[in-house]
């Protein structure tokens, strides 16, 4: 076990990073930070001298940390001690998923899942309370839908959260007016808060950063961060028990009670107030992302805004005005029209960083502006095999405009990938076959027909931890040249050196964090 900031890592192909891509065989780390890189004889003189260890790497690959900017921490740690719903086809399958998790948790007191999508229920329908009350019986059950944005609420958990009397068109209802259980947007997080089900949660945090360094990801972007989830990780920053860096975007609520008590940048290395995160809109699997034109397949909506752009631009100027960086959520093209407008009103350049969280949906020319504003697309590209249905959902009209990341990266906008976990897989190497395949070995559509959006592996890799690092005006990260954070996964083969098809196997040996072993 490395337990000192001061190491040589010697006899190694160690990429320094992949723009373009850099090999050298030993790096000295002073300090937590990379002050050589090249000959390994060299590396190991200059950390004896200093009484630091030796790592000999025996050959194996070695690569920046993987840096993840865009994910949920908080809700990553409490899906790791809730049921796992994800690939469910059925809700009969739903129900025994369910059955399965209270035989194994009977203390379970509010039973929490995640994954479902009834997309692929070969039902057709959405699920409704009546399918599960009886399965989960006199507890509240949340299950919340693979995105995030809807959820499934058992009649308990309706009356319990008081959302059984409130009227609004993100509570489904039936054609008599019964609430059906599935409600969307910000009665997901208004459910999970009034049952408690975020109890524990600096132990949950722990467990998700924890889990996420033995996947080789060094830093993350944790957004959408409220008040209670701010307490818990601080906590865990003051007990020294953080293992990755996290950087945090706060949820508009916790940024108006702490952006004046907490300035941009306050934190260290391992923890740093970064910017806001505001969502604007729903998800495409939900049909609340809001578009310029009705969903494909259900011509009677265009989706959901939820800010008014006065309220949006009030608190964006807030932010903006004291130095926070702005994280906008911008599924539909329609809602990517008003960040755009925001961002030209606010008078944003390339050094502010701006981000457009997804940019899912994104016309030519809106890609072209953000390009020319500097705005930074932070990127999911696994969804472009859970979103199998897409081009169903908004027409072959519009299918050119989704998920375009090589029209991006060709139009000079800074890509970032990430994984908006827990909506999708930590595991960075999911994520890099989906930007490098689009899926089209597994058959999706969207891959087919869009086939050029593909990225090289080389840049992928570098999306995932120059670009990422940038997104997070983080200057440290991302790179093993010297000056750099010393963040380095050690890996099981040569991502570079690797068929496309053969990526998913590659696993990780080692994570570091500042030259300290993480994991295992």
Same mark, same amino acid.
């Given at each position: ?21 850099? *090999? ?5 780390? &002073?300090?937590?930070?990379? &002050? ?17 260890? #030796? ?11 993987? &840096? ?81 944005? =809807? =959820? ?85 920053? *003051? ?9 945090? %975007? ?40 809001? +578009?310029?034109?009705? %969903? ?9 805004? +939820?800010?008014? %752009? ?17 994280? #906008?959520? =911008? ?6 029209? #008003? ?33 020319? #504003? ?15 249905? $897409? $081009? ?76 990422? =690092? ?37 696993? &990780? ?12």
């Amino acid at each position: 076990m490395v337990n000192t900031d001061t190491v040589a890592f010697v006899n190694g192909v160690i990429y320094t990073g992949f723009s373009p891509p850099r *090999r050298v065989r030993g790096l000295a780390v &002073v300090n937590g930070i990379v &002050v050589y890189a090249g000959d390994p004889a060299r590396a190991a003189g200059i950390v004896k001298g200093l009484g630091g260890d #030796i790592v000999d790497l025996g050959g194996k690959v070695a690569i920046p940390g993987f &840096v993840d900017a865009h994910l949920h921490l908080d809700s990553l740690g409490m899906s790791l001690r809730s049921a796992d719903l994800r690939g469910v086809r059925s809700i009969a399958e739903l129900r025994e998923r369910i059955r399965r998790f209270l035989e194994q948790h009977p203390d379970t007191e509010v039973v929490f899942g995640r994954g479902w999508d009834q997309e692929l229920f070969k039902e057709g329908r959405w699920p409704t309370r009546w399918d599960i009350d009886d399965v989960t019986g006199d507890r509240p059950a949340v299950l919340v839908r693979v995105c995030g944005h =809807a =959820a499934l609420l058992n009649t308990r958990a309706l009356v319990e959260s008081g959302l059984i009397d409130v009227k609004s068109p993100l509570i489904m209802r039936r054609e008599d007016g019964e609430p059906t259980g599935v409600v969307k947007e910000e009665f997901v997080q208004r459910a999970i808060e009034a049952l408690g089900a975020r109890r524990g949660l600096v132990k949950a945090l722990e467990e998700g950063a924890r889990y996420v360094a033995a996947h080789g990801v060094t830093e993350v972007g944790f957004v959408s961060c409220n008040l209670d989830s701010l307490n818990a990780v601080m906590e865990l920053w *003051r007990r020294g028990k953080l293992p990755i860096r996290v950087r945090l %975007y706060l949820e508009p609520e916790a940024f108006r009670r702490c952006s004046s008590c907490l300035a941009p940048g306050f934190g260290d290395g391992l923890l740093r107030v970064t910017g806001l995160k505001v969502i604007v809109d729903g998800s495409l699997g939900a049909r609340t992302a809001w +578009l310029s034109e009705p %969903y494909a397949d259900d011509p009677s909506t265009r989706g959901s805004l +939820l800010w008014s %752009y006065e309220e949006l631009k009030e608190v964006a100027m807030l932010a903006f005005e004291r130095g926070f960086q702005l994280a #906008i959520h =911008a599924i539909g093209d329609a809602t990517l029209d #008003i960040v755009l407008r925001l961002y030209r009103e606010l008078g944003v350049s390339q050094g502010d960083r701006a981000r457009v969280e997804h940019a899912s949906v994104a016309r030519p020319e809106q890609i072209a502006e953000m390009a020319k #504003i500097g705005a930074v697309a932070v990127v999911q590209p696994h969804f472009v095999i859970t979103d199998w249905w $897409v $081009v169903r959902r908004v027409g072959k009209g519009r299918v050119t405009w989704v998920y375009p990341f090589r029209t991006m990266v060709r139009r000079g906008v800074r890509l970032a990938l990430s994984t908006d976990a827990p909506v999708e897989p930590v595991d960075p190497f999911e994520t890099l076959y989906a930007a490098v395949t689009r899926g089209i070995n597994e058959g999706i559509e969207l891959g087919r027909i869009t086939p050029n959006e593909t990225l090289e592996v080389h840049e992928a890799l570098d999306a995932y931890t120059r670009g990422s =690092a940038y997104a997070l005006r983080d200057p440290m990260a991302g790179s093993l040249e010297p000056g750099h954070y010393a963040d380095l996964v050690v890996l099981s083969a040569d991502p570079l050196a690797t068929e496309p098809t053969k990526l998913r196997d590659i696993e &990780v040996v080692e994570t570091y964090v500042g030259g300290r072993r993480v994991y295992p």
